[in-house]
């Protein structure tokens, strides 16, 4: 796994440990918790365990969905060997043959390019 793919992984394994915080700070249902003091404090618990059970605003469950593809993806677009080019070239979509730029692939830099302000983001993945 080159640098790049590496880099990703740990962005989208922290985007995942986001997904389910997300209701305590972003969610609008927040705002219109009623009860008393242990009923809302019940409520904003099962936000944290079960993200989507109580509110069906859907967006921690779409963050999910997303991260995973954005996995299979850089699970396809991963960097081979190729015995006939002196470089490695993506096994998706061949980038790396002739003179085309090898590995990491436009679709990994365009995919990394979202992240472009976490640290160790680096200006040579920019596409």
């Excluded at 790396?96 to 830099?109: S, W, Y």
Aim: hydrophobic content about 35%; proline content about 6%.
């Amino acid at each position: 796994m080159d640098d790049l793919a590496r880099w990703l992984t740990l962005q989208l394994d922290a985007d995942t440990g986001r997904a389910s915080g997300w209701h305590a700070l972003d969610c609008d249902i927040h705002a219109h918790l009623e009860g008393d003091a242990e009923s809302v404090k019940a409520t904003m618990s099962m936000f944290h365990e079960a993200p989507g059970a109580v509110c069906d605003c859907g967006i921690p469950a779409r963050m999910l969905r997303e991260i995973e593809v954005k996995r299979q993806l850089l699970a396809l677009h991963r960097p081979v060997e190729d015995a006939d080019e002196p470089r490695e070239r993506c096994a998706e979509c061949g980038a790396g043959r002739g003179n085309e730029p090898g590995h990491p692939c436009a679709t990994l830099r365009l995919q990394a390019a979202v992240y472009d302000q976490r640290p160790g983001y680096r200006e040579g993945w920019r596409p």
